[in-house]
């Protein structure tokens, strides 16, 4: 119990101090994921919005191919990038392999089908209301995605925020593409589990403090914007 209560301590102490390692770590963890994030609703949103507007043979099987792909297993999604970016892979003359770059590209794809898949359900309420508007309008296909990413904007903020959400917890892919190069791959999650099994729980618990912290922040950002959203819907 005394080594729990200490390894508690330690924890708060590292965060309390602003030691440097555990926010160097913090630090890059949150430029990956954001940065994924971004690249993800700039292919997400278009697309998922497509898929409400446009309708073409096979769509429903799009649509099922990308809703499935939210449960792709991410180490499968890390090997796969990691046979992309190795030396023998088609893209290994870029020489990106256990860079941050590498766990952009890795998070990217992880969750892009998330938000492609979650917009689309967010704008097809949209799209039923305002299809007749549209076509009497005589508006462009294009247009109209923009039109319904503007109007859905709090709802597509909520799916960006589970997107985050899934990119920084994210271990598997991240570990196989990045390496866990300390001071230059190291996020939160794969320092987690090397603090773990090294015995240094301070550590460890810090990052976890930190983590749960954004999860729980994010979580609750999304319910707020989700409130705001249904005022926004029946005002």
């Known amino acids: 119990m005394q080594d729990f209560a200490g390894?508690?301590?330690?924890?708060?102490?590292?965060?309390?101090?602003?030691?440097?390692?555990l926010f160097e770590i913090v630090g890059l963890s949150m430029r990956v994921s954001l940065t994924a994030l971004l690249l993800s609703c700039l292919?997400?949103?278009?697309?998922?919005?497509l898929l409400v507007v446009r309708r073409f043979f096979g769509r429903g099987i799009v649509i099922a191919l990308v809703n499935s792909m939210m449960g792709f297993p991410p180490v499968v999604i890390g090997l796969l990038v990691y046979l992309t970016l190795s030396r023998a892979g088609p893209m290994?003359?870029?020489?990106l392999l256990y860079t941050p770059t590498a766990m952009i590209i890795a998070q990217t794809l992880l969750i892009a089908p998330i938000v492609a898949a979650?917009?689309?359900?967010?704008?097809?309420?949209?799209?039923?209301?305002?299809?007749?508007?549209?076509r009497s309008l005589g508006i462009s296909r294009?247009?109209?995605?923009l039109a319904l990413i503007v109007d859905g904007r709090y709802?597509?903020?909520?799916v960006a925020l589970a997107g985050f959400g899934r990119a920084v917890a994210e271990v598997g892919a991240v570990i196989i593409v990045g390496g866990n190069i300390d001071h230059l791959t190291r996020v939160m999650t794969t320092a987690i589990a090397l603090e773990?099994?090294?015995?240094?729980?301070?550590?460890?618990?810090?990052?976890?403090?930190?983590?749960?912290?954004?999860?729980?922040?994010?979580?609750?950002?999304a319910s707020a914007l989700r409130a705001v959203a249904e005022r926004q819907a029946y005002a």
């Not at 294009?142 to 995605?145: L, T």
């Open 7 to 21: 390894a508690f301590g330690l924890a708060f102490g590292l965060i309390a101090s602003g030691d440097a390692d």
């Open 43 to 49: 292919i997400g949103f278009p697309f998922g919005a």
């Open 92 to 95: 290994g003359w870029l020489g």
């Open 118 to 134: 979650l917009s689309r359900q967010v704008l097809e309420a949209l799209q039923a209301e305002y299809e007749e508007q549209f």
């Open 142 to 145: 294009w247009s109209a995605v």
């Open 155 to 158: 709802g597509l903020l909520t």
């Open 196 to 221: 773990t099994s090294k015995g240094d729980l301070g550590m460890a618990l810090a990052l976890g403090i930190i983590l749960m912290s954004i999860a729980i922040s994010v979580n609750l950002a």
